[in-house]
């Protein structure tokens, strides 16, 4: 059966630190790995990976993709409140499906 | 934003009633999805849209169905709507040749 796991499931920071934030995922016929992030209302789309080892960067958050491993991380530095939201891993399956992890909670304190 | 809409945005209905709710685009993009969301399970997709009329059931299928007579709009319907359907349900788009999607606002359902 196909599934993405995300870790952790909610976390807590202060602002300034830096995160790392994990999706795992076993899924045949990958195509690509997405990250979207959800604050109250819909997800917004943040990145697409398909290849391995290349990083994908948008100001302070990045994310690289490891198809031997199986797994990607978002990592976002000198975090903000604005970054406190649900951040969403997709894996696509083919046929433009995507299958979703649960998410992580984050949670920046001022 | 993407041009994406849903109607409507809240409903409350009871137990055993139809319930049709409206995605509209204004993207002309190929794919449209539904997915509903609740605590714990994340996205789940319901059904999605390849081009008119063309439909194929997702993880989530039973009780709802869909249809898409134009490209812009893609509806969901309970048939007989369960206390189990109470969730957010989410429409999403996406063109083709491409990975992304980009999603409506959502409609909170509550069935009593």
């Known amino acids: 059966e196909d599934k993405v796991v995300q870790s952790p499931l909610s976390l807590v920071v202060h602002e300034g630190d830096t995160v790392t934030l994990n999706c795992s995922y076993e899924v045949t016929n990958f195509r690509s790995l997405l990250w979207y992030k959800q604050e109250k209302k819909a997800p917004t789309f943040l990145f697409m990976l398909t290849s391995s080892g290349i990083e994908k960067k948008s100001g302070r958050l990045s994310s690289i993709l490891d198809k031997k491993e199986l797994f990607s991380i978002l990592n976002i530095t000198a975090t903000q409140t604005g970054d406190s939201a649900v951040y969403l891993c997709?894996?696509?399956?083919?046929?433009?499906?995507?299958?979703w992890g649960a998410g992580t909670k984050l949670i920046i304190k001022p | 934003d993407a041009g994406i809409t849903q109607s409507p945005r809240h409903k409350v209905t009871e137990t055993g009633t139809p319930v049709t709710l409206r995605c509209h685009q204004t993207?002309?993009?190929?794919?449209m999805y539904w997915y509903r969301q609740d605590p714990g399970h994340g996205l789940r997709l319901i059904h999605y849209?390849?081009?008119?009329?063309?439909?194929d059931k997702g993880e989530v299928s039973d009780g709802y169905s869909v249809s898409r007579s134009k490209t812009e709009d893609f509806l969901l319907t309970l048939e007989s709507a369960t206390s189990s359907q109470t969730s957010v349900y989410f429409c999403?788009?996406?063109?083709?040749?491409?990975?992304?999607?980009?999603f409506g606002p959502g409609t909170r359902l509550t069935v009593t």
């Open positions: 997709a894996v696509e399956k083919g046929n433009y499906q995507l299958i």
């Open positions: 849209s390849y081009g008119v009329k063309d439909t």
């Open positions: 993207e002309n993009h190929r794919y």
């Open positions: 999403a788009i996406g063109p083709a040749g491409t990975y992304e999607q980009y």
